[in-house]
């Protein structure tokens, strides 16, 4: 089979993946035996059938239930995610003003994570077995072990609370308006209206998610490279290198380091999409307005458009990054392309 | 929980199965095409929020108030056809406008004439309501004057957007327009609540014209749709004849209302007043302390010696009119046990109020003898008659019901008492109390609230933990849903007393107050006999603010009363 | 349940001294892993919570459930050492009742959604064709779901109403399964083409046979440890639930649970929420240890670098 046949074939699974995960969360939103109207209308006027009925055109609850998933596909296709029953807005409206947050503190939190975990990890490397690399393992196993939420929490106390270095959560100070919506990213936006104050603001209230956020990618990277490195440096080039009287410096830096990154590189990518979904307890903690907190928000209320409209873009980045990785596997080993 | 595939992926790139170059490619390709993917659908399309001013810092000064409150979780719409938030009635103070209005919620009977000249003119039977409009009253938004016929199509305009608050417009029976200063209200029976219902801001008055002009709908039937182009006018903009205007609206950072200058009652003292989304209720306390807001909505009860302790600081507190309470089913078939009255009389004595007011509570509260808050005509009268903890007494009821009881007490997950209290907390509280009766083991179970009062309104549920807030401020809107045959939070617990329902008919036809005090407290001593409902709390508002806040009060309707509000610099 | 636990490592232990005499890589494993400190320390504090949870009946501590209003929110101090929550109540006697609940959550729900995934994985990998891309395009679409909002809608959607946690537990059982399967099916899948297995097949063994005789005994170690470090997986897990209010039913003293309410209460009243996250932090960082170390060991090529 040729690469391309594979390829497509590849495209063919990542689209049922997909109808999958659509069905899946439609069913079990619907499988959920509380009332979604009640939930948004007063205790009142869920009696009033007459209500109750209007708002059930509204949602287009009262139709047969294969036919709402039948429309809700027929209207995903044109890009109308239908309307969120617990802001009642448009989805997409809300995605759009909701989905830029997240990407942003993501990006943010993968920057820490590649600025502290790739010195780290060399170090580890280089000092291998000494106390800086045991230090540094010790680190990285801390950010793979403590549960977000508390770390979030300490951080919180520590910084906000006794120290005041930084500010609390949100996400600019209050007394602060946001910059004009232009891509939804606050920093870029600040960026653009040429809004200094707005930036530094949100870049402060940025550090704290990033670092919780970003400190079990952290773990994963120092430890990644540290074991790649010091895989890479036992290589035969390495050695060569070595052998030639290269100092051991450039060895790691021009030779080793260089090889051990891709590894290293691309497990980032892939826990880019890990990321987006430990955004939601982050974002609980730090009332960062992203898609987290919104489908916290959504699945109190149950309110199913919304919170499919979540799932989708997850499951969208989720299913994008599987098929890269797939792709990826079949130019390594062509046997897979067959099996 | 990492992708297991990334160690066989590295392992295979170790062993040099690899082109570099490609992996550099692959992986700048994930880079680059991320932020395209996150965003997903309609990512495209060009961004649907409104044009926004351009970003300026909004001076903490004394012609701004900030105020913090859960903007995004509590705030819907201000849209007066919509409404049925709490929180966000504060704001709808100061933007509409209703015929009558209560300045302070403390005296809970003293209303007074707002857009309407005076109070309302009824005839001797009670079924003919005149009422005169103020003249010379002018809308925010377009300078319009106000007129009967903006009042007509404001009311028709709630009833035919079937939402929530729609319900309100029943009460007002049919209207017209005698002439554009007079309005003429013909009810079915005479109603003694009128001027509280009246005063309820969903009956608040809308400029007519400008709505019309976005494509309002011809409103003459019940469920028409309306435009998409009037809703989001609705939302994102006001129309009404307030004191201030919004100028932003975006719940998940900021509400922006601006004075109107040429309003009737003569300029506002503030240029503008802003609500700031901040979530937890820790934060906005510390943004107070800092000075960085003005007021914040929520204070935890254990936080408030450290506002009162703060030279800088002030409490505004006043009683509200909400209730938390437990509910008993009184049938056999869904109650159990909790038929007879002597198990339900036996857990009113057996919880201890004082530990839930004064310790869980920091003092934060009052308690009505029955479902009908303090501060409500007929109340006072029989405020001593509320069941005390007792648990002898309780115990001797106990054993009258034979054999071990258990109960399972449902209550919404993840939600806290009007006082802020976590109900995983004082539910526990609860649940220990009761098991201190011999023989009775009470099981905890929380739901997800939505679900919660689904089955609680089907009267599905056994025993509940449940709050109530007021649809306006008059003893019948307690009395009635709690109290009659049918009534919207009787039939929960299939509660019926034939003598309670007699009552209630007499109550709301009775236009002498004395008479009509009298019918309230006769039939409060039935319903606290039959320890249907045990009310547990009525909270005292407490919202921290900063000393330089002037002329505000908390308010039981309005929660934040600011059509008076000012500052010093 | 913790008397499961026990027997569980002991099984573990067990199997590896059987093994040891066959001079088994699980075998070696066991040997060089005594000799790091690091997973022995590991191990040692699991092994330490698990007898305090065992004995926690018997220790001399306050009833996790008895209520003092007059001494709420007391800060640590004589009496109690961890302060006391809203209800009065002892954070000591809390956080050890909570590892009766944790514990044994974690490591119930990692063997059985583990065992599942593992079967599903190898009968994936061996059988292969359609079924294989079936279960596995199950499986992706499982892990595509957010873990949290999957466990949400499932406690959401589970008809055993009042039995929360188990609803929780149910949840993370179901979002972890696939990572089990994928790394079975490689596994299968690299030994199938091995001679033995040819071999075996060869002479007429069954396809069941093949599977349980010969290509199971042979992927065991990366099993164990992911097991290993899935339960402190698993235990944040269910902790993140009922932080989002989905878990254990009050008064339990579930860790997460108890986090949430000392989070609610706010940073002054810091120990509330402390206390519980130091000890979920001591559990999880304990399974690293004791994971990470079984790693090395279990890896020919680490080894004694």
Redesign the interface.
Known sequence: MGLWAYIGRRLVLAALVLIMVSIGTFLLSHAVPGDPISAIIGERQADNPEVRAQFERRFGLDKPLPLQYAYYVRNLLRGDLGLSISTRQPVVEDLQQFVPATIELTIAAMIFAITVGVPLGIIAAVRQNRWPDHLTRFIALIGTSVPVFWLGLLFLYVFFYRLRWLPGPGQLDPGMSRPDYVTGMVTVDAILARDWDALRSVLRHMVMPAVVLGSFAMGIVARMLRSSLVAAMSDDYVRTARAKGLVERRVVAGHALRNALIPTVTVLGLTFAGLLTGAVLTETIFSWPGMGQYAVKTAIKLDYPGLLGVTLVIAVTYVLFNLLVDVIYGILDPRIRIS | MTDTRLSDLVQAMNEGRINRRQFIQWALALGVSLPALALGPGAGAAPASPPRVPSSRSQTDATTLIIADNLAGNWITLDPARIYEVNSQAAMNVVYECLYHLPDSTKADQFEPLLAEAMPDVSADGKVVTIKLRPGVKFHNTGNEMTSADWIYSWNRLKAVADNPSFLAEYVGTYEAVDPLTLKLTLETPNAALVPILAATPLSVTDSKAVMEQGGADLTSAGTPEAQGTIDFMTKQSAGTGPYRVTTWDIETEVVVEAHADYWGGAPKLQRIIWRNVGDPNTQLQLVQTGEIDIAYAVDPDKVAEVEADPNLQIFQAPTLNLDYLAFNTSEAVGGPLAKKELRQAIAYAIDYDGIINGLSGGASIRPATMIPLGLLGTEEVKDLAYKPDLAKAQELFATVGGPVELTLTYGADASSSNGVSLDVLLAKIQADLQKIDGLTVKLNPMDQAQRLADFRAAKIAFTFSGWSADYPDVHAYAEPFGKTGGAAAKRVNYSNPQVDALLAQGIGELDPEKRKQTYIDLQKLMIDDAAFIALEQPIDRKPASKAVQNVTTHSIYMIQLRYASKTA | MASATVQQHSVLLGSGAVLNKRRTPLGDAFRTLRRQP?AMSGFAIICAWLILALLAPILPIQDP?H?D??N??QPPGPGHIFGTD??GRDMVSRVIYGARISLPAGIVVILITGTFGCLVGAVAGYI?GWLD?VIM??A??V???????LA???T??SPF??Q?LFNALIAVALV?WP?YA??MR?QV?AIRSNEYVTAAEAIGASRGRVLLRHILPSTDAPIIV?ATL?V??AI?LT??LS????GA???NPEW??M?K??????????WY??VP?LA??SV??AL??FG?GLRDALDP??RG?
């Not at chain 3, 892990?143 to 909002?149: A, D, E, K, T, V």
């Not at chain 3, 000392?262 to 009243?269: V, W």
């Open positions: 690091v459930n209520q209003i007059a709420r929110l809203d209800l292969g891309n395009r199950i992706d679409a892990l595509s779901f957010p873990s949290i909002i949400m809608s499932i959401a959607a109403k009042d929360r972890l990572e994928r790394v490689g899948l992911k899935d402190g997986a944040v902790a993140g932080f989002i209010g989905l039913v009050p008064p997460g649970a986090i309410a000392g989070a609610d209460k706010g940073t002054q009243y810091w929420a402390a996250g979920i932090m999880v960082m690293n240890f990470d090529r680490r670098r």
